[in-house]
């Protein structure tokens, strides 16, 4: 990759979704970095790629991340466009946060204290987004967007939402079935869908199994295709425990917590 007429070696892939690449790179002075890169290639023009979805998801994106500065956060270090043969590529370049997903221990049930331990510290970037100006909704909070490597850093904001956003990404269904918000499926979010995401991503570190196992998607009623049916999957948990997964993902957003702090 060549950025600003620097170099940066790829030192292997990421991730992969149907929209972007992320590459972990290393500069000159060999520190490593983070590239995202857009997969879709806009022909020139400014007018095309305003109305280009999918770049103006990748610019929400980055203009989020610049805006926010916290610890448990990835900073964006550089927003940029390409434009080799007539086309737009699009690249984020940002630091690099080193530690496992949850994702990737989350096979089998995790220790109780060090599930409520995890989650006790991603409360405090949600917390930071919720209490921007304009607030900033993540709407995928989920293990494969959280490392632990002593703190829980909160990363992909890839369906963020802001205030100025527009109307245009806040109709839309977006997030991961399993963990997002029911109300989610109607193309609505708020802070306490993000606590809904807490919720089941806890549900997950606690019994090992993916909540997205736990919807009847087969179902008529929406209560039951679009909320996790997680009852039996808890019984062993203590009271205390129960009692906050149900606050967290209770299918109406007013009878969750308010706000994190809570």
């Known amino acids: 990759f060549h950025i600003d007429g620097d170099a940066y070696v790829q030192e292997r892939v990421l991730g992969n979704t149907r929209t972007s690449s992320t590459y972990l790179v290393r500069d000159g002075d060999g520190k490593q970095h983070v590239v995202k890169q857009l997969k879709e290639k806009v022909p020139f023009g400014f007018d095309l790629v305003k109305k280009n979805e999918s770049v103006e998801k990748f610019q929400r994106e980055a203009r989020?991340?610049?805006?926010?500065?916290?610890?448990?956060?990835?900073?964006?270090?550089?927003?940029?466009?390409?434009?080799?043969g007539g086309e737009t590529n699009f690249y984020m370049l940002m630091e690099y946060c080193e530690g496992s997903t949850l994702e990737e221990v989350v096979g089998k049930p995790m220790e109780p204290k060090q599930a409520v331990e995890i989650m006790l510290s991603l409360c405090k970037p949600i917390e930071y987004c919720h209490s921007r100006t304009p607030t900033v909704k993540h709407r995928d909070i989920k293990p494969a967007n959280i490392i632990f490597n002593g703190e829980a850093k909160l990363v992909d904001f890839g369906i963020v939402l802001d205030e100025e956003s527009g109307t245009r990404?806040?109709?839309?269904?977006?997030?991961?079935?399993?963990?997002?918000?029911?109300?989610?499926?109607w193309g609505k979010a708020e802070e306490r869908s993000d606590i809904y995401?807490?919720?089941?991503?806890?549900?997950?570190?606690?019994?090992?199994?993916?909540?997205?196992?736990?919807?009847?998607?087969?179902?008529?009623d929406p209560g039951k295709k679009f909320h996790v049916q997680y009852a039996s999957h808890v019984q062993h948990l203590d009271e205390r425990l129960r009692q906050i997964l149900d606050k967290c993902l209770a299918f109406e957003p007013e009878q969750r917590y308010g706000c994190v702090a809570e």
Not at 64 to 84: N, S, W, Y
Not at 169 to 185: K, L, V
């Open 64 to 84: 989020v991340l610049g805006k926010l500065q916290h610890p448990q956060i990835p900073k964006l270090e550089k927003c940029f466009a390409a434009e080799p």
């Open 169 to 185: 990404g806040r109709n839309t269904i977006s997030g991961t079935p399993g963990y997002m918000a029911p109300e989610q499926w």
């Open 197 to 220: 995401g807490m919720g089941t991503t806890l549900l997950h570190m606690l019994t090992g199994v993916s909540p997205n196992q736990m919807l009847d998607e087969a179902s008529s």
